[in-house]
């Protein structure tokens, strides 16, 4: 085992080596099969984590309140309002008092310096619930998932399409870039990644043997693919007015059923999630009445089909969760 992740802090993948990302998705499937079978998991009894949310969340803070939960753990969540939180407090500040009453630290936020700056000040452990740039916990949930439906990742051709220069695309370009996978951004070229992040995927890939690539061109850029991932076109903290502009630029990138088709028989389709596929959420209705659209960044039938795997993924959020807080604290 290289894991060695005892005290630190899990802030992005790129701090990461390829072999400790595998073996926290091993650990995490290890601690699901533990769960399913009713083992006693609570070896972190009598020790504390902050769930510090300055956005909204369902996956990431049920993930972490059950994975302390099971483990045995205490969870106290703190939320968007309500807190001195870079009001009144600093963010250094913040950290130092958190550091003395937790044994750990879950920010979910804005900037990447933030969450970064929590873990200088902190003297315990800091993850990271997702930023503007990175949503390190979702990818492994997300690797877990690849690694049940299609076998080893190595080689594994992954596409996303939709906004590629926010948290998930690049999370999953550095992940796929660690795990010597295929990352095929698919996408107008105004969302591509952060090019001087490209330029270190690119030099990670060098080791790894992993390709990446950035494509405009849909029916060349899913073929064979293993897996199409979207994540909504715009994220939390964005402005509302963005959207016309997003829809515009986006749509050729929507996953749909001729998207799935031109990929291949054995293509899987994957979200983070919460996704905008029907008119059942506040905010997609508004967006379908007001731009008469029949769907955003995925149709819905094909987030109905058998190969949506999401909620295997969503699921997959608690056992990874899991596998960073043990592996940090035990
Ligand atoms: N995927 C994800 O992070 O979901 P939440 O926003 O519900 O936590
Ligand atoms: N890109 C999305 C991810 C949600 C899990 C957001 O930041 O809102």
Known sequence: MSLNLKGKSFLKLLDLSGEQIGELIDLAA???????????????????????????????RCAFEVACADLGANAVYIGPSGSQIG????????????????????????????VEELSKYAGVPVYNGLTNEFHPTQILADFLTIKEHCGDLKGKKLVYMGDARYNMGNSLMVGCAKMGMHFVACTNKEFFPDKELINTCEEIAKQSGAVLEFNECVKDAVKDADVIYTDVWVSMGEPYEVWAERIEKLSPYQVNSEVMKMAGEKC???????AFHDLKTTIGKDIF?????????????????????????AENRMHTIKAVIFSTLK
């Open 87 to 114: 009001k009144k407090e600093s963010i250094a500040d913040t950290a130092r008092v958190l550091g003395r009453m937790f044994d750990a630290i879950e920010y979910r936020g804005f900037g990447q310096d933030i």
């Open 289 to 313: 009445d007001k731009f008469n659209l029949n769907g955003l960044e995925v149709t819905d039938d094909v987030f109905e089909s058998e190969a949506s795997i999401v909620f295997d993924e």
């Open 30 to 60: 290890k601690l699901k099969e533990e769960k399913k079978n009713g083992v006693n998991q609570k070896c972190l009894e009598g020790k504390n984590v902050a769930l510090v949310f300055e956005k909204d969340s369902t996956r990431t």
């Open 268 to 274: 899987k389709f994957m979200h983070c999630l919460p």
